[in-house]
């Protein structure tokens, strides 16, 4: 059974500074991992997609990397800006259903201007 | 040109009560799931459906039934509500559900809420 746990579970920034956003996940039999932003009273925004094949994958100011030996995904988020709040979430399948997400708990983002 | 939308947005209704929550997406995918999001934020996966065909389905009451009338619909119909049921349910789209080994990114309707009184 698939378990995702994400490190810290909340996060207080100044603008602009770099910060990583930790996941890691117990089943490494996985094909790829993915990251997701959830506004307050929204649905879920997906940010990022990383193949297992992949070591990282970048969109933008956010770079995310995945290692399945130790079972673990980072999110960098460069330059953060205060629209960067919000809550993260990694979700990585489990088992046979390759279309299980199991989530973490999130991360919950606050940039101060 | 909304990809993934439900209906209805909220939701407040009496224990017992029966009720239905919709989901469409216009994006021409072939799966769809329903989540289920607690008090505590908890993202959890209830069901998914891909081309009509049930293809997960977790450890969830039997007062919960999805129908999918077509791989563009998905929808949910909860019997006998209980406060327990209180949360938001959120339905997504991906183009597989991943039987090649590489899962499509999920695509998230913008929630329902539902209370449950």
């Known amino acids: 059974k698939q378990e995702v746990t994400q490190i810290p579970a909340a996060l207080s920034v100044p603008e602009g500074e770099n910060l990583v956003l930790n996941c890691s996940f117990t089943?490494?039999?996985?094909?790829?991992l993915q990251w997701f932003r959830q506004d307050p009273g929204k649905g879920l925004t997906s940010l990022l997609l990383?193949?297992?094949?992949?070591r990282e994958q970048t969109s933008g100011r956010l770079n995310a990397s995945l290692d399945k030996s130790s079972g673990r995904s980072t999110l960098y988020i460069a330059a953060s800006q205060p629209g960067d709040s919000a809550t993260y979430l990694c979700?990585?399948?489990?088992?046979?259903?390759?279309?299980?997400?199991?989530f973490g708990q999130g991360t919950i983002l606050t940039v101060h201007p | 040109d909304t990809a993934v939308s439900q209906t209805p947005k909220y939701l407040v209704t009496q224990m017992g009560n029966d009720k239905s929550i919709k989901c469409e997406q216009n994006?021409?995918?072939?799966?769809m799931y329903w989540y289920k999001q607690d008090s505590k934020k908890f993202l959890k996966i209830m069901f998914s459906y891909n081309n009509k065909e049930l293809i997960i389905n977790e450890t969830v009451p039997n007062r919960f039934s999805p129908k999918s009338p077509d791989k563009a619909h998905l929808n949910l119909h909860i019997n006998s509500l209980e406060l327990g049921d209180s949360a938001v349910y959120f339905c997504a789209s991906s183009q597989d559900h991943g039987t090649s080994g590489f899962q499509e990114t999920q695509y998230f309707g913008p929630g329902t809420r539902l209370l449950v009184l």
């Open positions: 994006l021409g995918h072939d799966t």
């Open positions: 979700a990585a399948p489990g088992g046979t259903s390759y279309g299980k997400l199991t």
């Open positions: 089943d490494s039999a996985i094909y790829n």
């Open positions: 990383i193949q297992s094949s992949q």
